[in-house]
């Protein structure tokens, strides 16, 4: 006989939770995840999990720190109540952007969130469009890497006008692999912004490589967290002659003077996905737009316990 499987959540995105059991036709299972008074975690599983596979949804946005200890000690909860296997779905997995040393006596807090995740007794980890993807070679253990590119290839595509029109744009180097990716799925131009500080105390340069002339410039990333970079890069393209200006990206980390800068920026239009919840802030603001890859992450549920592939999912 097949084991059963149970999905549970911490207090990170339980609506994203709700999504994934929707499409699976199951509950989210119960689960108790409080404080003491002294600001403790404080963990206890509702259901009988003995024999059976859990998958645990939470994502390590903000409070990262608290997330994260409520994602292991839940892992560390499930293990020692006899859960068959333990999978951690984490849509957006914090600390990725620290996965090597910039500096002198620096961390790798990729790396140790990792090591954590193993140690507490995680037996797989699912996420999407890390900010490095070497990270997944940071696991002794099995690691799915999803993509939202699906969901954002398909809503773009349905919303743009002309493919000579449109040109894909990386806000900076890093990413123009994803940006190539993008453009060769809409069979749309690419360009790439390169930032330049010519000497120390210096405002940045932003050259321009590629034409966006009269075109509509879709800037790509796979987060915006104060989004310093991506508002400097669409005066950019305003400035270079784009007739248009949107931005797409997967995690809306959305700290700091994020909304204030968007809403002064010439970006028509924000797109995110649901891996991280939206603050209030986020939610009044007009131009952003959310949409849910809850869809992806419950089929990957669904075929990680059948023992399916998941290639097709990775596209």
Do not use: W
Request: aromatic share 6%; proline share 4%; hydrophobic share 45%.
């Amino acid at each position: 006989m097949s084991r059963d499987f149970k999905v549970f959540s911490g207090n990170s995105n339980p609506e994203f939770a709700k999504l994934v059991c929707a499409y699976l036709e199951r509950p989210l299972s119960s689960a108790e995840v409080a404080r003491f008074s002294d600001g403790e975690i404080s963990v206890e599983i509702g259901e009988n999990v003995r024999g059976i596979d859990c998958f645990l949804i939470q994502s390590t946005c903000t409070p990262t720190n608290d997330h994260l200890m409520e994602l292991l000690v839940m892992i560390d909860a499930l293990k020692r109540a006899s859960a068959a296997s333990i999978t951690a779905v984490i849509p957006y997995y914090g600390y990725a952007r620290q996965d090597r040393k910039v500096a002198p006596r620096t961390p790798i807090s990729a790396k140790l969130v990792a090591d954590l995740l193993t140690a507490a007794g995680a037996n797989r980890v699912v996420s999407m469009d890390m900010h490095a993807g070497q990270i997944q070679g940071f696991f002794n253990i099995p690691f799915d890497h999803l993509y939202a590119a699906p969901v954002l290839v398909d809503h773009l595509r349905t919303n743009m006008e002309d493919p000579e029109k449109l040109v894909i744009v990386s806000p900076d180097a890093g990413g123009v692999e994803r940006a190539r990716a993008y453009s060769k799925r809409l069979g749309a131009s690419l360009a790439i912004v390169d930032k330049r500080r010519a000497r120390a105390n210096v405002s940045e340069v932003m050259n321009l490589i590629g034409d966006v002339e009269g075109k509509h410039a879709v800037l790509l990333d796979d987060m915006i967290d104060t989004a310093g970079t991506l508002t400097s890069a669409a005066a950019a393209l305003i400035e270079k002659g784009a007739a248009k200006v949107s931005a797409y990206a997967v995690h809306p980390v959305l700290s700091g003077p994020a909304i204030e800068r968007l809403e002064n920026s010439p970006i028509t239009e924000v797109v995110v996905t649901d891996t991280i919840p939206l603050n209030g802030k986020a939610q009044a603001c007009s131009k952003i737009k959310v949409l849910s890859v809850s869809k992806l992450f419950g089929e990957a549920i669904r075929r990680i316990h059948s023992a399916d592939s998941l290639s097709s999912l990775f596209i």
